[in-house]
Every structure is written in structure tokens, then in C-alpha cells.
């Protein structure tokens, strides 16, 4: 049989027309039967309704009320038994996340998630107060809907966040709206009737006596809360904070982790930084003790940190390399050295710094400069090329390899400053000693190249500092060229001793050393040649009394023999005013910046020297003989007695001394332009 039918349950009505005895023993089997298939409380209260309709004839009717109350007491005491094992299981459930969910804002969402459905709310949300702006914000959401109550920021000063914080204490309010105790705020306010909640539970999240959130339910008509209610949701929030300080500790410690495992790395590499700092000093002061030179290391700086290592003299010149220079990465070519404005700049920064200094000319090289010094004088400097950057210790490294370039450097550079003291001292002995004295400064020039069975010439260049000394730039590797010869300066003037088969080859040779370093102009006598050094002295004297006719002419820039000028040097006294000797002989046909009258001066400079023939003269100048006859009648007209033997020796000098001068040589473009015409031209063409 059913135990429905066997209970009486399926049919509460069939009681209506049945004798009152019969009807109450129907409602006494149904009483149980109501208990036992778990029925609702309004079905017990149907069944009190019929209890009540029956006689009171029926012995038993109060018995029956009293049992059905009963039976309705223990429904409800079963309906809360049934309440708590569900708050139980919850609150067991949410424990169970706290040891498996790592994510705490799942945990958080999981909270918010049973709460809501425990209580039987409409919404769930959790608040969490940010230390940083002192306000709460929500984390995790239930049933929300409106954006702006999801993204709700409330101030620590109102709303029930404020209540609560302030109380720690749950709050309850069947009537948001029109409760007044806490102070409302019109925006807070407009997202709570936007999500239309009337009724609000909220109870706080304690980190010991801080409040760090709230955990809300609302619901969106007016209702009361329990205390069990607020007791099960507190003990939600107590897991919620547990899960906030959880998730805190874990950073912490993932933090510490982190920090850990990052010291120990950093150890770690500074122990290796330290072995290799430690393995470099060793092999540079091998390298110190054993005598190294610059390419050596170079050679050992690339090989310890990589890239190219180049080294710079104090002219910035390159002098040593090591290393293969590293590829751009954008382009995947050699990457370019920087421009020697950048370079200059750097190592000027790196003495004043007293450190090696970082340049990137391509944006993506690495390039590291360090200045050689030897006290506040800059010797030459360092540079690495790296594709990436160097390491402190790596950098330490490499400046103290500059630290070696500058013993190298300045060692190097003692050697020659005594090899060009070692020069001038010759120079001045072979220029000035007497004779008993030479066999001993022969030898020694012999050492450097001369070899004084061949004729030797003396070279004077003209300076414009009488107590210059030799141009620190000129050292042996700088003068290569000047091999077989002995330099010195005297008195200002640069001197060159050299064999007469050496000569040419240096004089080529010289614009390009003295372009670069002895920064004068190119001017100066090379004297005839002499068999012996004995002959030196009196050829530097002859050379030194030309030099004056020279700066008479005011330094033409070009070398000239001894040859050209001994006649005047022998002629002219050497306190020579050559302006006005020239005015005096010349007259009025002396006139320098006048382009016509240096054409005269020249074509009948050109005609003295031709043996006064016109034809010889015309060819010489590239000009048709009616233009040299027209110019030589005008010099008769500036200089009439300029043909007669008393006078034309006077005037020939004259006009040889106004050519050595140089003022012609710009005649020569236009003289060059008109002969391309003579060919063409008539025979009485051309005027001159």
C-alpha cells in the first residue's frame, strides 16, 4: 500500500461528510503522515483549520489541536535545523575554497555567491576599503545588474560602510532610503535606488581591529533579518577576511620568494663579477710586469669583455685595435665609430670625470669611452664597442685598463719627449760647434739616418715663436717619413738635416706633417748642398740671412733655394726695408694691388730675363709681341730712364725681388685666358 494513501495525505478533503469519529482518526494518521513526507507549514495549518471544524462533541478534538500545534512546532524546529545545516555546509564550503582556490577573488565571488543564496537575498556584494584613497570600492557581485552600483566608490565618512567601519558591527536596515543612522550621500544613493534595493545586511570584514570591507545582501522589497542570519553571514565575511589575509600573505611571501631568489642572483653575479674583476687584475698586472704595449692591451681587454677595443693617442689618433666590432642590429652591417667632434667631447668628459663615459652615435651600439690621463693632461683614452651594455664590474674592468694605456701612454711618451730633446740638442750641435767638436755629434746623426759621406741640405722652415719647441705630435711613428733625416727647433724656425737624395721626398712630404701639427705656413729656404758636416754651421747662417729676405717679402707661402736669394742676402743689409727700396728704385710702376701694373712688372721682368727679345718674351707669357711692345712702351712712360745701363741692373733686381713677393701669381688665370686667344688673333689685334 502507498504510504501517502496509508497516511492520509493525498486527500485532506475527504474528511468533509464523514462521521466526526472517523474524521478525527483520519486526522490524527495524518499528522504523521504530513511529519513524514517533509510537508510545508501550510499544509499543517490546513490541517489545524479542519481539527477545529470538528464537534466538540468529538472526545478527542483538544488532544488533536494540541498535537497538530506540536506537529507544527517541530515542522519549524525542523525547517531551522535544516537552515543551520545549510549555514554549516556553506560556511564548510567555504573553508574548503580557502585551502583550494588559490585566485582570492574567486574565493571572494564564491563568498559573495553563498551568501546571497543562503539568506535568500536578491543581491550580494563585498566592499573592500583602499588604504591608498581611504574609500571602499566592490570587489566581488551577486545579482547586480546596474554598472553604476557595480562600480560604486563610497568615502569612509558615509553610508553604511561608514556605520559599519565605525561600529565594527553588523548593520541591518529593513528601509535604506529613510534611514538616518549614518549620513547618505545623493550618488551612493541614486546606484542603490537604480539596483532598486529597499532592505541591506551588511556585516564587517575584520583584520583584528581594523575593518578592511563590508559583505552586503540586499534585497529589493522591505525585510527583516534574523540574528542567525547575521550571525552565518559574519562568519562568511570572518572567511572573506581570511581569504584577504591570505591573499596578503601570499604576495608577501611571493614578494619575499621573489626578493630572495633575486639577492641570491645578484650574489651570485656579483661573486662571478668578482672572480672575473679579480682574474683581470691579475692578467693586467701580468701584463704591467711583462712590458705590454697598446695592441697588447687592446688584445686582452677584448678577450675579457668583448667588442672591439681601439686606443687613441693625445691627437685622438687611432694607434691600436682589438676585437670584432659588433653588427647593428637594424641594419645587420658594422656598426659606425663615432664622428671625431663626439669622441673629442667624450674624452674630454671622462678626464673631468675621472670615469669612462657611455656615447652612442647609431642609437643602438654601445660605445664607452675612457681617458687616459696622467694628472689633469689628457695622454689618449680607451673605447669599447659592444652590442650591449657592459656590467659594473666589466666597466670597472675596462677602466682599469685605461688606467695601463695611461702608464703605456705616458711611459711612450717620456721616451719621446727625450727622443726629441735628444733630436734639438743634435740640431743645435751640428748648426753651432766648431769643428774639434763634430766627430761626436757625426756619429750620433749618423744613428738617425744621415750619412755624412753624401752631400747634406739644411731645410729652415719659418715659425712665428722664438721660444717654440718641437711639436709634441711629432714622434718617431708620426714622422715615419722623416726617417733619414734630424729635425729641431731654432730660435722659433723648424730645421731639417737631411742627405740631398732624401730632400725632395721630405719636401713632398711636409705640407702633410706641417698641415697637421706645426700649424705655420709653408714657408721657408733649403740651402745648397754641403759635403761635410763641418760645412753645416756656415750653411745655416747663409740659410738664416735668406730666411730674412723672406720675411722681408712677407712670407710668401712656398720653399725656396738658396739659390734664388743668396745674391740679395749678400746685397741687402738684413735691417732691409723692402717697401720702400722697391718704391725708391721702381717709382711710380711699384704699385702692388694695381693688376695692370703688375702685368708690366712682370712682362718687363720676363723681357730682362729673355735677353730683351720681344719674340722670346711673347712666348714666354703666352701673349702676341704687339701686346709686349704696347706694355714695355708703358713702362718707358712710368719709368723713362729704366732701359740705361746705369739703371736696369737696379730695376732688374727690383723687378726679381717684386716677383719673389708672390704679388703675380694671381696675374696668372687672366695671362692664361688671354694666350688661349692669340692663336685666333690678328697680328695688331691684342693691347696690352
Not at 494518521?29 to 499543517?44: C, N, S
Not at 553571514?233 to 626578493?259: D, K
Not at 691600436?320 to 674630454?348: F, S, V
Request: aromatic share 6%; charged share 25%; net charge neutral.
Amino acid at each position: 500500500m502507498d504510504k501517502n494513501h496509508f497516511f492520509g495525505v493525498d486527500d485532506l478533503g475527504s474528511t468533509a461528510g464523514r462521521p466526526p469519529a472517523r474524521a478525527a482518526r483520519m486526522l490524527w494518521r495524518r499528522i504523521v503522515g504530513l511529519l513524514h513526507v517533509d510537508a510545508g507549514k501550510e499544509e499543517f495549518a490546513r490541517l489545524l483549520e479542519h481539527a477545529r471544524k470538528l464537534p466538540a462533541k468529538v472526545s478527542d478534538r483538544e488532544d488533536l489541536i494540541h498535537c497538530i500545534e506540536l506537529a507544527l512546532t517541530v515542522k519549524e524546529r525542523i525547517e531551522l535545523h535544516q537552515e543551520r545545516e545549510r549555514g554549516l555546509l556553506a560556511v564548510l564550503e567555504t573553508a574548503q575554497d580557502l585551502t583550494a582556490i588559490t585566485d582570492p577573488d574567486h574565493i571572494l565571488e564564491a563568498i559573495v555567491q553563498r551568501a546571497r543564496k543562503l539568506l535568500g537575498s536578491d543581491v550580494g556584494y563585498l566592499s573592500i576599503h583602499d588604504t591608498e584613497r581611504n574609500d571602499f570600492y566592490v570587489r566581488a557581485t551577486d545579482g547586480a545588474f546596474s554598472e553604476n552600483f557595480i562600480h560604486i566608490r563610497v568615502p569612509r565618512d558615509v553610508g553604511i560602510c561608514n556605520f559599519v567601519a565605525r561600529h565594527r558591527m553588523p548593520y541591518a536596515s529593513s528601509d535604506y532610503g529613510v534611514d538616518g543612522r549614518f549620513p547618505h550621500d545623493i550618488g551612493i544613493d541614486s546606484a542603490v535606488v537604480e539596483e532598486h534595493i529597499v532592505s541591506i545586511l551588511g556585516v564587517p570584514l575584520l583584520a583584528g581591529a581594523s575593518v578592511i570591507g563590508v559583505l552586503f545582501v540586499g534585497d529589493r522589497y522591505v525585510r527583516s533579518y534574523t540574528p542567525w542570519e547575521k550571525h552565518i553571514l559574519s562568519i562568511l565575511a570572518a572567511h572573506a577576511s581570511v581569504a584577504l589575509n591570505n591573499a596578503r600573505l601570499f604576495e608577501q611571501t611571493q614578494t619575499a620568494l621573489r626578493q630572495a631568489s633575486d639577492t641570491n642572483l645578484e650574489l651570485a653575479r656579483r661573486t662571478a663579477d668578482a672572480d672575473r674583476a679579480a682574474q683581470a687584475h691579475e692578467r693586467l698586472t701580468a701584463l704591467a710586469a711583462r712590458g705590454g704595449n697598446l695592441s697588447d692591451i687592446c688584445d686582452m681587454a677584448a678577450s675579457m669583455l668583448g667588442g672591439r677595443v681601439t686606443a687613441y693617442d693625445g691627437g685622438e689618433r687611432e694607434i691600436a685595435c682589438a676585437g670584432e666590432p659588433p653588427q647593428n642590429p637594424t641594419t645587420d652591417t658594422e656598426a659606425i665609430d663615432p664622428d671625431e667632434g663626439a669622441l673629442h667631447r667624450a674624452l674630454h668628459e671622462s678626464r673631468i670625470a675621472g670615469r669612462s663615459i657611455e656615447v652612442r652615435p647609431d642609437g643602438r651600439i654601445r660605445y664607452r669611452v675612457a681617458a687616459a690621463t696622467s694628472g689633469s693632461s689628457l695622454l689618449g683614452g680607451l673605447t669599447i664597442r659592444t652590442a650591449a651594455p657592459l656590467r659594473d664590474a666589466d666597466i670597472r674592468t675596462f677602466e682599469r685598463t685605461a688606467v695601463l694605456a695611461s702608464v703605456v701612454l705616458l711611459s711612450r711618451e717620456q721616451r719621446e719627449s727625450a727622443g726629441r730633446q735628444a733630436l734639438s740638442a743634435l740640431v743645435h750641435e751640428l748648426i753651432g760647434l766648431p769643428q774639434d767638436l763634430m766627430i761626436k755629434s757625426g756619429r750620433l746623426a749618423m744613428r738617425h739616418g744621415l750619412d755624412p759621406a753624401l752631400p747634406i741640405q739644411l731645410i729652415l722652415l719659418a715659425g712665428t715663436d722664438a721660444g717654440a719647441g718641437l711639436p709634441t705630435e711629432w714622434t718617431p711613428r708620426t714622422t715615419a717619413g722623416l726617417a733619414h733625416a734630424i729635425f729641431g727647433v731654432v730660435r722659433g724656425s723648424l730645421v731639417i738635416l737631411a742627405n740631398s737624395r732624401h730632400v725632395p721626398g721630405i719636401v713632398r712630404q711636409l705640407p702633410g706633417f706641417l698641415g697637421n701639427t706645426w700649424h705655420q705656413a709653408l714657408t721657408g729656404v733649403i740651402s745648397d748642398p754641403v759635403p761635410a758636416f763641418s760645412q753645416v754651421n756656415a750653411a745655416y747662417h747663409r740659410v738664416l740671412q735668406c730666411l730674412r729676405i723672406v720675411q722681408a717679402l712677407n712670407y710668401p707661402q712656398r720653399l725656396f733655394q738658396e739659390a734664388e736669394l743668396a745674391l740679395y742676402a749678400l746685397l741687402l743689409d738684413r735691417e732691409l726695408d723692402l717697401d720702400t727700396y722697391l718704391r725708391a728704385t721702381l717709382g711710380t710702376l711699384y704699385s702692388p694691388r694695381d693688376r695692370r701694373k703688375c702685368r708690366l712688372a712682370r712682362t718687363a721682368l720676363t723681357w730682362l730675363d729673355s735677353a730683351r727679345r720681344p719674340a722670346a718674351t711673347a712666348r714666354t707669357l703666352g701673349i702676341h709681341p704687339n701686346t709686349v711692345h704696347q706694355r714695355l712702351a708703358t713702362v718707358d712712360a712710368l719709368l723713362p730712364d729704366w732701359r740705361h745701363h746705369p739703371r736696369v741692373l737696379d730695376v732688374h733686381i727690383a723687378l726679381r725681388l717684386w716677383g719673389l713677393a708672390g704679388h703675380w701669381e694671381t696675374q696668372d688665370a687672366c695671362d692664361s685666358s688671354q694666350a688661349s686667344t692669340v692663336a685666333a688673333a690678328s697680328s695688331g689685334g691684342n693691347t696690352g
